[in-house]
């Protein structure tokens, strides 16, 4: 149970008449990348306690009390006067590496306790406003879309082609806006884009071959697209043996329904040889093809609601809080803090002042918000997600929803009671309204690569998401060992310790399997990797005679989460510490709950009928008729191995050979006018 303080508004800047310094003269204005000074004189009593030569660039502030440069060293240093009544503050704006600020805007100064020293009472520190700077803003207005098929498998395969594929449209339009803008003004010849961190991802996992913008213009906009292979899984400088090995494109991270959302941003750009504020905006990747209908409501709330518990707080804590002066707000719930990832009831109940009747609380009256570090945002909806009750004195937010999805990941939540709908008078500054660090992802792994193959030389890689402190592949994946096999006159037998033989393969001597020359386990970022081996052999020498021995391995698997070694959440995850498996809140975009046609996200042709998240079942020796919402002109095609005899024709009937050796197929329609990723659709084929 926690009671955290409410959420604190940001501290904006005073005016210089309440400090105890002010601006002497003019203020700065940053307009360029040349110097200039400011002079601040302390006011009254107070004198300055800084040396000459201080470094005072964290001093410089934005209105809201934030820094106002991205790096806090070597822009601003200050000199003293003699008799310490004022001190004058150079800027050198050369060295300024970026404005926290997009756009023009207000400086301020706000020396920190120490730096000002007063007859009397101690010094509070206070923004003072100090000059302005001249800078563009940026906006981006992304329509950046990708989409890929995974061929009825949960990744997007190598040897079946899977590849990111960007619409022709697909492009993000950066302008760069500024009363009386010069176009030979503005430099772009530094800019860059980058991936920057978001949720569901690492940035460390991908290599964005797009980092420069494509065109620019004359009137302040600027264009980024990408195209087929721009941003790719990399695997690491991990040995790869063959195309269905190692670190793929897999479906991981998404909203529930396929969509991917990578953080991009753009630098580098400057106006004045000032730098202009780096700008995030958004990629949207579908992924799409795959089936999972197995044990689905124990992975989401469909099969497993959260049913809430309406009682009074006393009834659930021995240590209730009595009415005060302002609302007191207490989380009641599992765990150290609010989890909305599991089935588990959570409660936020709020005892009111003595004067204060809060009777007529609806859950109309109160919002419920989730935001993520990234800038989303969720609004619960009043009686599906959360019920209220509330007398007199107190009332109760039961919290029944239930977040499956992997992004976004929310790490906090703010709960807020409409103050209207309170009678009496609540206190001034006790606003009714609290936030809390929440959970609302479980930490998961996603496996790629290998899998069930016995191929010699597949790679198989487990990575690990929602994990703070992974630094070893022992901390999640078991040890590899061997024993030594081989067959001496008809018998199986085993090396055992001391270089003899043993007909019992418990007594066989254990080896380390985890090396280079053996399954070669390792630890790249996040994701652990191992090797498949099949039919090594070693030459051993037992009795004087030469014995061939097949290793039989064992381990290099993804620990369960129970048995994993000290790790720690991310902010807004949680580890299911207790869980066999890694399986809760797995395969997300292939829910049975999910079924049906709604395709969210997607923004090529429509395959009819739809099959069960774009997979139709097809028995051998039968056909099936696709057709396609709209009736565009299009060409059919297969994509994947199949029999002869199998085949799709021009008009969309697909016939399968009644000795089809395929389990899984594609069948492909691509539009004869359009040539993006709007004119394709595909559906898999299951066959039976």
């Not at 190598?158 to 500024?178: F, N, P």
Request: net charge negative; proline share 4%.
């Amino acid at each position: 149970m926690a009671a955290p303080a409410d959420a604190e508004p940001a501290g904006a800047v005073q005016q210089s008449g309440t400090a105890p310094f002010a601006v002497q003269g003019s203020g700065i204005s940053i307009t360029n990348a040349g110097a200039s000074t400011v002079v601040l004189r302390a006011t009254g009593s107070a004198r300055w306690t800084i040396a000459s030569g201080t470094d005072v660039t964290s001093w410089f502030v934005n209105p809201d009390g934030t820094p106002a440069f991205t790096d806090v060293d070597g822009i601003a240093r200050a000199s003293v006067s003699g008799d310490g009544r004022q001190i004058t503050v150079k800027v050198d704006a050369s060295q300024i590496d970026g404005f926290t600020a997009n756009g023009s805007g207000t400086l301020a100064v706000l020396p920190p306790e120490g730096a000002l020293a007063l007859a009397s009472g101690a010094y509070v520190p206070v923004a003072v406003e100090v000059g302005e700077f001249a800078l563009p803003s940026i906006t981006v207005e992304s329509s950046l879309y990708g989409s890929a098929f995974t061929h009825s498998k949960s990744t997007l395969k190598e040897r079946l082609g899977g590849a990111v594929i960007y619409a022709a449209d697909s492009e993000a339009t950066i302008t760069v806006d500024l009363d009386g803008f010069k176009a030979n003004h503005l430099d772009t010849s530094g800019a860059t884009v980058a991936l920057v961190d978001g949720d569901g991802y690492f940035t460390s996992e991908y290599t964005l071959s797009a980092t420069e913008l494509e065109t620019s213009g004359t009137d302040g906009e600027l264009t980024y697209v990408l195209d087929q292979g721009d941003l790719m899984i990399d695997t690491g400088d991990y040995l790869i043996t063959d195309t269905d090995s190692a670190r793929e494109w897999s479906c991981l991270g998404g909203d529930g329904r396929g969509n991917y959302y990578f953080n991009l941003e753009v630098s580098g750009i400057t106006y004045n040889g000032l730098p202009v504020a780096a700008q995030t905006f958004r990629l949207h990747v579908y992924i799409y093809g795959q089936d999972y209908s197995g044990a689905d409501a124990e992975k989401v709330a469909a099969g497993l609601p959260v049913v809430a518990d309406i009682a009074p707080l006393a009834d659930k804590v021995d240590d209730a809080p009595a009415a005060g002066n302002a609302p007191v707000w207490t989380w009641v719930g599992a765990g150290e803090k609010p989890n909305l990832v599991d089935h588990l009831a959570d409660d936020v109940y709020v005892t009111w002042p003595t004067d204060v009747d809060a009777s007529a609380v609806e859950a109309e009256d109160v919002t419920v918000t989730l935001r993520s570090e990234h800038g989303d945002e969720r609004v619960l909806v009043p009686g599906d997600d959360f019920l209220v009750d509330s007398s007199d004195g107190e009332t109760q937010v039961a919290l029944t929803y239930v977040n499956w999805a992997f992004v976004p990941v929310y790490t906090t939540m703010t709960v807020e009671v409409d103050p209207t709908a309170l009678r009496g008078a609540v206190p001034s500054g006790a606003h009714p309204m609290a936030t809390y660090d929440i959970a609302s992802v479980y930490a998961y792994m996603a496996q790629q690569g290998g899998g069930g193959t016995t191929v010699d030389g597949t790679v198989t890689a487990y990575s690990f998401y929602g994990v703070a402190n992974l630094e070893e592949a022992s901390q999640v994946l078991n040890d590899v060992t061997y024993t030594l096999r081989a067959t001496v006159d008809g018998a199986t037998l085993y090396y055992a310790a001391g270089g003899t033989l043993t007909d019992a393969a418990a007594s066989a001597q254990v080896f380390d399997g985890n090396g280079v020359e053996d399954r070669n386990v390792q630890l790249i970022g996040n994701t652990g990797y191992n090797t498949s081996r099949v039919d090594q052999t070693v030459d051993l020498e037992v009795d004087g005679q030469t014995i061939t021995f097949t290793k039989v391995y064992a381990g290099g698997r993804a620990k369960a989460p129970a048995d994993t070694v000290g790790l720690e959440a991310l902010p807004g995850y949680v580890i299911d510490a207790g869980a066999a498996n890694w399986l809760t809140h797995e395969k997300w975009s292939w829910m049975e709950v999910f079924r049906g046609t709604d395709m969210s996200g997607w923004r090529g042709l429509e395959p009819l009928p739809h099959g069960a998240r774009f997979t139709q079942p097809v028995v051998r020796g039968t056909s099936q008729q696709f057709t396609l919402a709209g009736d565009p002109d299009v060409t059919w095609a297969i994509a994947g191995p199949v029999s002869p005899g199998t085949s799709v024709d021009q008009d969309g009937l697909l016939t399968v050979a009644e000795d089809e050796e395929s389990t899984y197929f594609a069948v492909y329609a691509t539009s004869t006018t359009d040539s993006s990723i709007s004119g394709v659709g595909a559906v898999a084929i299951s066959v039976r």
